[in-house]
């Protein structure tokens, strides 16, 4: 096979799902509207979950184990794993977003289209192994989001939004191209692996290890991480629900596909324990003490989602093989019950234009099964028994101490059970709360990914071991190539 024909084998998931991008666009331009035509139009929509699933079974199919560009690209375990993690998040927003987008946006077409190009950067990424293409896959993560969030233009807080993510993404651009214009200069390579060697062969001057710190800042921007966490309360709070759902799973994940590869490359070369694990002591404290005083239901999980980078970043403090495999059980975790969590809140608000926690206030009786897999998703991210959160707490929690950082573990589990406060808080608003309001419907639709993350949050929590072998072979693999 040419090495063109190679190229296209082994990328079919992403150049699939860039096509399913451009054809939607095409295809809302060329097929005529008719009379009495939902404005979501459905079959947009449609298209669009069918090129992911596409895209999924090519995933499957692709090559394994094979490097593209000079080495600059890697399909392999853990590029496998994120795409059908990146896949499965793009098809639950598409699926939450049919019954929405056309109230906050007229471009329905372009906002499938940005979601999967979002999707196929974030697909990128975890592929990249040369930091400079590295650079360039991230923007092709941001600039979607950014546009996502402009779409809501006759909103204002949505506009803000979009103008505070794009700052954001402004200042971590500069601070990672910055990193790695200084290890490039140091080491004369972008490539993760020959970097890792630097660092192992002490040839790593300081100039290349002031280039990393200042890569981690542009990283902890990504993950929405201490000290660079304060752009998420107001961009989550002044998005669309459905983008703000997006942007809180698959740009933290993206972040982390990144850091899972470069330290399984460098895990026997660079002692990182103390600061990665001050900055997950931080993100978890500051993260559980903010959403304490939250009453925006939005603004609560985006300080939850600060407390979970924490926890993520204790498995990447352990930096071990145990730990890493860990890290990607959480995220997977993470994004099941994250999604399931913005499942209902986007069901909600679209249904009553609310989104105070006192609004959900007795919803047990007004929508049994919104309130139920609310706070199954709560009770996930706050690490209850018998959910996958727990389990990946648990996994998480016993890397860092099977690394000998008690202390962090200590710290991870305090945290822990401070966080039942504010997700207990939601789940008494739902269930034990007297005040009376109106009943609350929902689409087939939202109830389905209701059901199905339900179920995904109780059925894995039982039964870990597959999703944590994928994990564990994702990992081993990639330090053994």
């Not at 402004?170 to 970097?195: E, K, N």
């Amino acid at each position: 096979m040419n090495g063109t024909g190679h190229i296209v084998e082994v990328l079919a998931p992403q150049l699939i799902v860039v096509l399913t991008g451009a054809l939607v666009l095409v295809a809302d331009l060329v097929l005529p509207r008719r009379e009495g035509e939902y404005p979501g139009r459905t079959w947009l929509a449609a298209a669009s979950v069918t090129g992911l699933i596409a895209a999924g079974v090519a995933a499957f199919m692709a090559p394994a184990n094979t490097s593209l560009l000079g080495g600059t690209l890697a399909v392999d375990g853990l590029s496998r794993f994120f795409d059908l993690v990146f896949i499965g998040i793009g098809i639950a927003v598409i699926g939450l977003s049919v019954d929405s987008v056309h109230r906050f946006t007229p471009w329905v077409a372009e906002y499938y289209a940005l979601v999967l190009w979002c999707t196929a950067g974030n697909m990128m990424v975890a592929l990249a192994t040369g930091l400079f293409s590295l650079a360039v896959f991230l923007q092709l993560t941001s600039l979607p989001l950014i546009a996502l969030l402009g779409l809501a233009k006759n909103d204002p807080r949505a506009r803000e939004a979009a103008l505070k993510y794009l700052l954001v993404v402004l200042v971590s651009t500069s601070l990672l191209l910055w990193g790695l214009s200084l290890v490039f200069g140091a080491t004369g390579t972008d490539d993760m692996r020959g970097i890792a060697m630097a660092a192992a062969g002490g040839t790593l001057p300081a100039l290349g290890a002031a280039g990393l710190v200042f890569m981690l800042a542009g990283f902890a921007f990504k993950v929405t991480s201490v000290p660079f966490q304060f752009w998420a309360p107001d961009v989550y709070e002044g998005a669309p629900p459905a983008v703000t759902a997006f942007l809180s799973v698959g740009s933290k994940l993206a972040g982390f596909a990144l850091v899972v590869r470069f330290l399984a490359l460098s895990i026997d070369a660079l002692d990182i324990s103390l600061a990665v694990g001050a900055l997950a002591v931080a993100s978890m404290t500051l993260g559980n003490l903010g959403a304490l005083k939250q009453h925006n239901i939005r603004r609560l999980l985006a300080y939850s989602g600060i407390a979970q980078a924490g926890y993520i970043l204790v498995g990447v403090a352990a930096s071990s093989v145990t730990g890493l495999s860990a890290v990607l059980f959480y995220l997977a975790a993470y994004a099941i019950a994250n999604a399931l969590a913005f499942t209902v809140v986007v069901s909600f608000v679209d249904a009553t234009g609310l989104d105070e926690v006192g609004d959900l206030s007795g919803l047990a009786r007004r929508n049994p099964l919104a309130a139920f897999a609310l706070a199954g998703a709560l009770m996930s991210l706050a690490g209850l028994p018998l959910t996958v959160g727990f389990m990946a707490k648990f996994y998480v929690f016993m890397s860092a101490a099977e690394s000998g950082l008690y202390w962090l573990t200590l710290a991870a589990v305090i945290n822990a059970v401070l966080a039942f406060a504010y997700y207990l808080r939601i789940v008494w608003t739902l269930y034990v709360s007297d005040e009376e309001h109106a009943h609350v419907s929902m689409t087939r639709r939202h109830a389905l990914v209701m059901v199905v993350g339900a179920l995904g949050v109780v059925v894995i929590g039982l039964f870990p071991a597959p999703l944590l072998d994928a994990a564990h072979r994702a990992v081993t693999a990639l330090i053994a190539g």
